[in-house]
């Protein structure tokens, strides 16, 4: 860059920096960092129009005020589809111990237990063991259709018990 471009570059840097920083920092939502890269931006791509340094009227300031205006507008565009949610604290990421599950076991348990008060085996228990429906009545001896209506009221009585102790989590 040649001196006289130098110099004319610093008096329009001196002359409208003040302003356009101001002007820019309204734009950007107070952002003061975010205006003196726009401000630097702008002075830079008047650098590369040399035209705007040779203009002795005011419309090098609203040359300036346009182009920064533009890059606000244009990093506004870019950035809007990715939105970043700025937090001080990670969410937890919950990891299962187990627990829960013991504890509904027990809890399931303990109703089945006062459900069945030393009856014979049910046929939802034999079903809550992992038999199907056909090989409960195998087992126990009676019809299906037995099976299907005991493990429906049983269910119904479980559902009942746990409700009483406080339900499963």
Known sequence: ?????TDLLRALHEEHAGALWSYVVSLTGGDRARAED???????????????????????RGWL????????????????????LVTADL????????????????????ALRRLSNGAPPSPAGVLLRGSSVAQAAARLGIP???????THYAL?????????????G
């Open 1 to 5: 860059m040649a001196g006289s471009e």
């Open 38 to 60: 726009v401000v630097q931006e702008t002075m830079l791509r008047a650098w590369r129009h040399p035209a705007v340094l040779d203009q002795t009227d005011g419309s090098a």
């Open 65 to 84: 005020f346009t182009v920064a205006r533009r890059i606000v507008i244009d990093d506004w565009r870019a950035t809007r589809h990715q939105r970043e």
């Open 91 to 110: 969410p937890e990421n919950p990891v299962s111990d187990g627990a829960d599950d013991r504890v509904n076991s027990a809890v399931v348990t303990a």
């Open 144 to 150: 299906v259709g037995t099976v299907k209506s005991r």
């Open 156 to 168: 119904h009585a479980l559902r009942l018990a746990l409700d009483e102790m406080g339900g499963v």
